[in-house]
Each structure stands twice: as C-alpha cells, then as structure tokens.
C-alpha cells in the first residue's frame, strides 16, 4: 500500500450476496404498503355501490329459486290467511324449493300465476309513467317490487287424475266420490257445509294440474268460477310458484300455515 492511499479510500468489490439487496428491500417496502393500502379499504363512494350491487344480487337469487314474501289481498283464504277489507292483510313466506323435489298434495296452501281466463278485472300495478314504469320492471325483476301479474293462494283440493264435485249427504265437498276432511274450514256448518259449494262439476282434473278452493267457500273466485275454461278451472302445474309455509307478518299471526293430510276414504 503505498502512503498515497488508506484503508478508507480502497475501492469496495461487491460480493456475491451483495448484488440485488438495495432492490429487494424497495420491493419489500412497495408491497407493505401495497398491503396497509388494502387494509385502509376502498373510499366510501366505491364500497357502498359494491355493497348494494351484491345486496341486490342476493336478493334476486334468494327470490328467484329459494322463496318470496307475498301479501294477501283478499278474503278468499279466511281464516286461514288473512287479507279482509279494513284489516292488515297477512305477509306470507312462499317457498319454491319444495316443488322441485315433489308434487302438489291435497291440503297444500300454495301460490300460483292464473291462467288467461282468471285474469279478467285484473288491473296492472305499474304506473302509467313510462320511466316510473320502467323502474318498477327492473324491481320487480330483482324482487323489491311485486311482479307485474295475476298471482293468487289458494288450497289445493284435488291433484292430477282425481275427479272433484258433489256433496255428502252432510254438505261436504266429495273427491273420488268421497267426502274431504276439511279442518281448516270455518266452525259455522252454513259457511263450511254449504251445498252451494260444492254442488259443481264433477271435473276430472287433468294429470299435470290442480284443482283448487279458498277455504273462504263463500268468498272465493275458485277453480268452481273458471270451469268453462280450457283448463276445466284446473291450474297447471307450471303455473305454480311455490308452497305457502308461514304468515311472518303482522307479528300478532307469526306462525306456520298447515297442509293437512284431507285425503279421502
């Protein structure tokens, strides 16, 4: 070493496990911030339309294939679901899954689209404001806005290949040529046992359909009212949405809707 040079100045060879190191610590630093970035989270303005997008995703999809909350508009299922004038008519939960693995059953309380010939007097609930009507669409589609058609409760009486109509000598309704056990029917033996309701037919329900009543006999624009139709007053089984299983509103009538066995013989 000559007297010119000192330890200080002597040029520094890098060593092999020197080259790269200043690089991997600023990739180091770029990805920690990367990631205190993603716990920050998104501003407010991006997450809230995230959020109500999948809101209304799942909400479709809840409506569409699992079940849907329905208010029953008339008297015609008294007083089993309730739905009279002057009073809170019942939120019923309808179930579209039950249908898939099963048929329709005597005593089932279900949800379905009527026909063309049941549609008369039905009045749309859209409004006459194209854009206001527009909006009214895609929430009906999504499922915060009731569907734009004619869909009614009923019970089912007879199914697919049963012949319902005439009375007992007791006033009850005959399937097969027996008389239904009914317990959903009012108490009083002139509403329940009228023989103006079920002095009809007899109709041989087609297989692939329904015959169905409201429990209000006195009360009810029913399968009887529609017999002149193609369908023989019967409801095809495509036109079916789901099974009624509970009353979720109002609070006082929270509770389970039956589907009793009313087979005859």
């Not at 005597?106 to 039905?122: H, R």
């Not at 389970?256 to 087979?263: E, L, Y």
Request: charged fraction near 25%; charge should be negative; hydrophobic fraction near 30%.
């Amino acid at each position: 070493m000559s007297s010119s040079e000192t330890p200080g100045d002597t040029p520094h060879e890098p060593g092999p496990h020197d080259d790269g190191a200043p690089a991997r610590g600023v990739r180091r630093q770029e990805r920690g911030k990367r990631r205190a970035e993603e716990r920050a989270g998104r501003p407010w303005y991006i997450e809230v339309p995230i959020l109500i997008v999948i809101a209304l995703v799942l909400v479709f999809v809840f409506q569409t294939f699992v079940g849907r909350v329905y208010r029953i508009p008339s008297e015609s299922m008294q007083p089993t679901l309730h739905g009279c004038a002057g009073c809170t008519g019942d939120r019923i939960f309808v179930d579209k899954i039950s249908y898939r693995f099963g048929e329709p059953e005597q005593g089932d309380v279900l949800v379905f689209t009527g026909p063309d010939s049941w549609n008369q007097g039905y009045r749309s609930i859209r409004s006459d404001n194209p854009v206001l009507h527009m909006l009214q669409d895609i929430g009906g589609v999504i499922g915060i806005v009731p569907p734009d058609q004619n869909d009614m409760v009923k019970r089912v009486i007879a199914v697919g290949g049963q012949t319902v109509g005439g009375c007992s000598p007791e006033g009850d309704l005959l399937v097969d040529g027996q008389p239904l056990d009914e317990p959903y029917l009012r108490e009083d033996p002139a509403v329940s046992r009228n023989p103006l309701n079920c002095d009809f037919g007899p109709v041989t329900v087609p297989e692939g359909n329904v015959w169905v009543m409201g429990d209000n006999r006195s009360n009810s624009a029913d399968s009887r009212f529609h017999m002149g139709d193609e369908y023989q007053g019967t409801i095809p089984e495509e036109n079916i949405i789901g099974k009624v299983q509970a009353v979720i509103l109002p609070l006082s009538r929270i509770g389970g809707v039956s589907s009793p066995d009313i087979t005859t013989g």
